[in-house]
């Protein structure tokens, strides 16, 4: 969602933190603005894109200063709505990230004692109560000021005067980057790459304060020791590398990104974690639980767990699963979040972490929320993934729980072994896939003057419809849904016809004659038909509109030669479209709000 900067230091505050901000575009934003503190704080913001802003700011000389890209929750993006705020005086600046779920009632309070609001945040609020407890001593107003806050923050704070930032998080994430007479404070590691790869990361509840050459951090009043940690990310990661878009480019990483993430593992044949642990007596059960595209990964879980061990598994919605009535049985939960810092998936682990269940999580983020309160973490080795729409953190995803499972798998030595064997060659198999670039393109050309369109699967690829629409839904904005072929009947088949193109999944298990079934049905009602199929199938020839073969896999690895050749379609569609991929309106990388 929103993403913030501070920075202080000897150099002009201005250009580092555009700089910054360029590289916390992908979270997601729809207005800007910085504060920079030189003889009193000067403020720039607008509903603009950063770019813009660099563009149009006049120059706000100073060392020290903070930043901000806003995704509108309270009130819409406008100049006045943009952050930094301010309190009454323009002595203090706030940049916020998270939702003051209290501000309603602060704001009448503040109001009646004389403080002038003039925006419709919520983060508003924050400024005005610093105001009023600053009294000499900017930490200590701080954590007055969070006192009274209810809700979600990561803050910083700017004041006049104060030759120092102080920044505080509760449920919203915030590191500081260590530089060489020089600090930094953001809500996201790829914000500071260019500058530093040291970091902290701030727990809740901690206030930080930060001077060119000094880190102090406190909570409950008492000086608290926080780890240093070294980002192994390079800022080549997070750019574009010569390629159009960051998503083409994170599209083709992904045979670096399957070997890197089984690494060593499948090469010593060690399990990633002693799932055993979570499998432990008594557990007959394993609850899957995640948001948006690792919710498909987790649906995929579900049927390579199912296949190879054989105990059921509950997949859930995290934002759903929080409202469920249900009463939480101890069980084994493995929660897959890329950012770690989805604010769904994290109250999740909080509920689940109360009634004692074990949880894993698979995170693509070290030191994020999400491995820090989970009992053990598997990190995805994707690298920083900054399209809004996720490719490479999916394909990582996937390869984390094919792992985990087969190390723990009781299916047959031999089947295993094949498995094995099949997971080494998937890099080359995903190469494959990127191979035949061009012919997907074509059928993008083909596919891209509709407005509407499904995706059927069967079996283990039903998710893989479910997310071939989603990342078609996301960056080219036409309409998709995905449907379990046999599903079709009740609903759908009132939509076939020459306008509703039909997409269909197909592996080489028991679902397949099925679903030839279905593509019959659907070519009867005329519905444009493209087909996802194994190289060599030749029944699919003669039904199809368009084939997109991809190489011959064991079909419990189907969903992942046919997840990319369907990221590849979604990119050309969009591309054709001329929709703004990487970062599609309204969509954030990482949703740290309810
Ligand atoms: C956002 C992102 C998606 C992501 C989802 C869940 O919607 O745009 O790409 O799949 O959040 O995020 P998580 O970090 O929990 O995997």
Redesign the pocket.
Known sequence: MCGIVGYIGERQAQPILLNCLGRLEYRGYDSCGIAVLSSGIEVYKDAIRVEALAKVAPQLGGTVGVGHTRWATHGEPSQLNAHPHCDCSGNIAVVHNGVVTNSQSLKKQLTSEGHNFVSETDTEAIPHLIEKYYDGNLEEAVEAALRDVDGSYAIIVLAAGEPRLVAARKDSPLIIGIGDRENFIASDVPAILDYTNRVIYLEDGDIGVITKDNIKVRRNGTEVDRKEHEILWSIEDAQKGGYEHFMLKEIHEQPRVIRDTLGEWVSIGEPAVDLAVMMRTGLEALLLL?????YHAALIGKYIVEELVGIPVRVELASEFNYSGQTLVKTGAIV???????AD?LKAVKRLKEVGCQVLAITNVVGSTASRIADQTVYTRAGPEIC???TK?FIAQLMVLYWLVMSYSKAEARRLASLLTELRHLPSKVQQVLDNEDTILECANYLSRYENMLFIGRGINFPVALEGALKLKEISYIHAEGYAAGELKHGPFALLGGDTPVVAILAHDNTYEAMLTNIKEVKARKSPLVALAEEGDEAIGELADFVITVPRVDAIFSPVVNSVALQLLAYYIAKQRDCPIDFPRN?????TVE
């Open positions: 995640a948001c948006g595209t690792s897959i979040t890329q950012s770690g810092e989805t998936t809004v729409a996720a953190s969509l954030a990388k990482s949703v």
